[in-house]
T-cell receptor, first 114, second 115 residues
Framework: DTEVTQTPKHLVMGMTNKKSLKCEQH?????MYWYKQKAKKPPELMFV???????INESVPSRFSPECPNSSLLNLHLHALQPEDSALYLC?????????????FGEGSRLTVL | AQTVTQSQPEMSVQEAETVTLSCTYD???????LFWYKQPPSRQMILVIR??????QNATENRFSVNFQKAAKSFSLKISDSQLGDAAMYFC????????????FGQGTRLTINP
């Protein structure tokens, strides 16, 4: 059973669409992450939120816009994406900064951009 | 910059046998964590085992154990009594304990279990 829930599991969108990916955790974790994973590759970090504030942005294009409304929720807003943005988007959470604990991952949202 | 290297893109093992997956890393930090994650075709990344760098004792979780060689910056995973459900992509990962919590992944090793 996953304790990090991602919706939707699959998303198909056109290059002019606006959509959002959602992530929720109820483990009391104060750090949340977005990773992008292409087929047969390791996950690549996109964003890190710590205590609801953006702490790391790995030079991600502005067509990806993260949002952390509260400590349990993390969104990734998508706009004007390109076909090369098609990938598996993984959300993860962990305990407080500095604790060094493992990341707990959701099942991912499979995004296809047409 | 921290890097993680997995030199075996693919491995296979007979069911019930033992297999070892290799991982090396490069860091100038003295305090960090190392992890092995498993990603089956179902997509979810699942933690297999973790090791704190300050601990000399190798971590063990049931059939999974690691050989942590801090001086050599090596962190291999041994799977004993391999089972069909162990088939997956395995990622070695590194993370510092202070500051930013970035988890750095290796390229992964695809493990096949032969019945």
């Amino acid at each position: 059973d996953t304790e990090v829930t991602q919706t939707p599991k699959h998303l198909v969108m056109g290059m002019t669409n606006k959509k959002s990916l959602k992530c929720e955790q109820h483990m009391g974790h104060r750090a949340m992450y977005w990773y992008k994973q292409k087929a047969k590759k390791p996950p690549e970090l996109m964003f890190v939120y710590s205590y609801e504030k953006l702490s790391i942005n790995e030079s991600v294009p502005s067509r990806f816009s993260p949002e952390c409304p509260n400590s349990s929720l993390l969104n990734l807003h998508l706009h004007a994406l390109q076909p090369e943005d098609s990938a598996l988007y993984l959300c993860a959470s962990s305990q407080d900064r500095g604790y060094g604990g493992e990341l707990f991952f959701g099942e991912g949202s499979r995004l296809t951009v047409l | 910059a921290q890097t993680v290297t997995q030199s075996q893109p693919e491995m296979s093992v007979q069911e019930a046998e033992t297999v070892t997956l290799s991982c090396t890393y490069d860091t100038s930090e003295s305090d960090y964590y190392l992890f092995w994650y498993k990603q089956p075709p179902s997509r979810q990344m699942i933690l297999v085992i973790r090791q704190e760098a300050y601990k000399q004792q190798n971590a063990t979780e049931n059939r999974f154990s690691v050989n942590f060689q801090k001086a050599a910056k090596s962190f291999s995973l041994k799977i004993s009594d391999s089972q069909l459900g162990d088939a997956a992509m395995y990622f070695c990962a590194y993370r510092i304990t202070q500051g930013a919590q970035k988890l750095v992944f290796g390229q992964g090793t695809r493990l096949t279990i032969n019945p």
